[in-house]
């Protein structure tokens, strides 16, 4: 079966710029979603399909897709960052999600 | 405001069986399939499959196909996730998500609802 892979952790110094990638073949055809994830918290929706962000979230988050990666920028990250980020995406008619990123910023 | 609510905590003895509730306000319950994931401790978002309350069609990942079940009752735009034959592995929190038809971005989510099972 698929799968979409993603680096389990990842840092950034305060205000610095970070990528966080998920890759995987279906990744050609269909893009990913990104989610925010604190702890005890329910995951927000940051950003989805091409490079579309929800009301309310900061225009610092970015979204791009190319080949089989689909990566999640942070440009200025600041402190409320730090998280845990999921990336989802389709696989024909399932649903597959990423094994998570754990954001620390410094 | 668009809402998922599920219902509270459960504890549950191996092979038993739970049923977690999502009720949905703020928006028209059958206009969004719902999806529901399950979160093991310390682990990451796992999903478990959707349903589509217009109709009640349902997918599941094939691995769960004979342990889960959802169901909807559009009389009180709520959504359900029954589990079977619960093992301690199934400890996690599952939670509730919509999203449009064929779509997989999830933009609102439930509380999450804790099942807690032991031997």
């Known amino acids: 079966s698929s799968e979409v892979t993603q680096d389990p952790a990842v840092s950034v110094a305060l205000g610095q710029t970070v990528r966080i990638t998920c890759q995987g073949d279906?990744?050609?055809?269909?893009?990913a979603n990104w989610y925010q994830q604190k702890p005890g918290q329910a995951p927000i929706l940051v950003m989805y399909?091409?490079?579309n962000r929800p009301s309310g979230i900061p225009d610092r988050f970015s979204g791009s897709s190319s080949g089989d990666t689909a990566s999640l920028t942070i440009t200025g990250a600041q402190a409320e960052d730090e998280a845990d980020y999921y990336c989802n995406t389709r696989d024909n008619d399932h649903v597959l999600f990423g094994g998570g990123t754990k954001l620390t910023v410094l | 405001q668009v809402q998922l609510v599920q219902s509270g905590t459960e504890v549950k003895k191996s092979g038993a069986s739970v049923k977690v509730s999502c009720k949905a306000s703020?928006?028209?319950?059958?206009?969004?399939?719902i999806h529901w994931v399950r979160q093991a401790p310390g682990q990451g978002l796992e999903w478990l499959g959707w349903?589509?309350?217009?109709?009640?069609?349902?997918k599941y990942v094939p691995k769960f196909q004979d342990w889960v079940t959802m169901t909807r009752d559009t009389s009180i735009n709520t959504a359900y996730l029954e589990l079977i034959s619960l093992t301690s592995d199934d400890t996690a929190v599952y939670s509730c998500a919509r999203a449009g038809q064929g779509r997989t971005e999830f933009d609102k989510w439930g509380q999450g609802t804790l099942v807690t099972v032991s031997s």
């Open positions: 279906t990744l050609r055809t269909y893009y």
């Open positions: 349903m589509n309350p217009k109709s009640g069609d349902t």
């Open positions: 399909g091409k490079n």
């Open positions: 703020g928006y028209t319950f059958v206009d969004y399939y």
